[in-house]
């Protein structure tokens, strides 16, 4: 604006001067082609506006109706990098680049026939480098009745690299925001202001359903931790606008109402003379999803670990009892047999053979209950007709009831049928069979019942009259880390995993298993198949 005035107020005042007569006995210029100390003459010894043309803060540049330089001043020279004898008398079209020449040349015509111009052009310095410059341009009088062109330059190549940059870091800034890999959002008094297109697609929403809305209405009621979503998101805006940059984990809603969990990070930015938080919006639900599954695999890994220990101890102390008291009992026999009475090695013959079925029974479920953890052992569930696979068990237990002259009794009714495994089902019911045999005094009862549950399963009941669990005891009956023996009425020892191979066998079967038992009053197991086909299930997994 200030050049603009000086450029206003010189070219007044040189048409006004320009228009005096010249000095008596000076005669016009015939050729147009007016030196410098010539025009210098028609400011008619006004030191004061040569002071002003010589010493003005912009280029100035005096050339006539065919565009040769008549006159310049200093800081044309410094811009250009030419002396004034350099240029004075020279055609301009030696500052400006040749494909800009005739364009030069129109600007002159179009000066020189009344216009008053105002434009940008390069022009070339005295060391060939470019010079960006804005130029006025307004037609002055000469001396002799012709026209010139009176030119204020000013170099604003730095201006133009300003700007050149600022639209390049705009369109920077703004490919960043258009194309960023997470939701952007500019809130102004906790209103969405703008957004950009990653917000959209990952909110599943348009423009228009974001903008002027408050940031809580894309969230649930309520967060993981408890806490209301609107005084929350309130609160973290308000700590952000105190100076106070928040990041924190939030679960956001989509518009069709799907949760997604985010990490959002709020920070205060200025634009313009506006305050805004920005806020910065991550999907991390893929992430969280495997957070989730490294949390379970380690808990998994730790219960395995767990049950390793467990599962090693059993195979030192419970293998180890046996043997050492079936290696003593033959040791004594080898060593003293003939001071023996007959009865008395018949009894020792009796607990080797005990010993021997023990041991046997332990190594048998250990066997089935490794190859269970490890996936070795194959599933092959069918339709299984209970009747019939119960009676096979029972007869394979009658001489141990028989031994201790206990009723086995069996009342299934015909039809019953499950879809399950029948090897493991018959692991599991000679378990606990076996289990009521020992826990049951001579002359016990024992009874196998049978019924639809009328829900597509059915329920098998295994009974006894025994001594009974008791009630504390009961929650650790299924559980590795807490395994459960104890003697039976005949001091016969259990293996300790009987009972967590049944558990184990009957959720891979698709089913469950619970007790009731009461001290010295006999325990009731129950064990629920399906009687279609179902998916199996596992207590235990190992890492792939």
Known sequence: MIMLCFFCTFSFFLRGTMRKPLTPGRQ????????????????????????????????????????????????????????????????????????????????????????????????????GSHCQILIRETRIPLPGGKYGIFAITQDINDRKHAERMLKENELKYKTLFAHANDAILLMTNEIFHDCNEKTLSMFGCQREDIIGRPPFEFSPSRQPDGSGSKHKALTLISMALSGTPQRFYWQHQKKDGTLFDAEVSLNVITIGEKTMIQAIVRDITSQKRVEMALRQRESQLLQLNATRDKFFRIIAHDLKSPFTAIIGLLDMLQKDYDTYAEHERKEFLENIRLASETTLRLLENLLQWSQAQTGELRYRPQKIDIHQLLSEVTSELAPSAAFKNIELSMNIPSGLTAFAD?????????????????????????????????????????????????????????????????????????????????????????????????????????????????????????PE
Do not use: W
């Open 28 to 127: 016009p210029a015939e050729s147009g082609v007016f030196q410098s100390a010539a025009l210098s003459h028609s400011f008619n010894g006004d030191t004061i506006m040569q002071q002003i043309f010589d010493h003005a803060p912009a280029g100035m540049l005096i050339e006539d109706d065919e565009g040769t330089i008549l006159d310049i001043n200093q800081m044309f020279t410094r811009i250009m990098g030419y002396s004034k004898a350099e240029l004075v008398g020279k055609k301009v079209d030696v500052l400006v680049l040749k494909e800009e020449v005739e364009r030069v040349h129109d600007y002159i015509r179009q000066v020189i026939a009344g216009a008053t111009l105002e434009h940008e052009i390069i022009n070339l310095r005295k060391d």
């Open 422 to 542: 029948p090897d493991m089902i018959k692991t599991v019911f000679r378990n606990l069979i076996t289990n009521a045999i020992k826990f049951t005094f001579p002359f016990g009862k024992i009874m196998i019942l049978g019924a639809r549950c009328g829900n597509g399963k059915v329920d098998i009941f295994v009974e006894d009259n025994g001594i009974g669990i008791r009630e504390e005891l009961l929650p650790h009956l299924f559980k590795i880390e807490s395994k459960y023996t104890a003697h039976g009425t005949m001091d016969e020892k259990g293996t300790g995993l009987g009972l967590i191979l049944c558990h184990e066998f009957i959720e891979r079967n698709g089913g469950n298993i619970k007790v009731t038992s009461q001290d010295n009053k006999g325990s009731r197991f129950c064990v629920t198949l399906p009687e279609q086909v179902t998916e199996p299930k596992r207590n235990y997994e190992l």
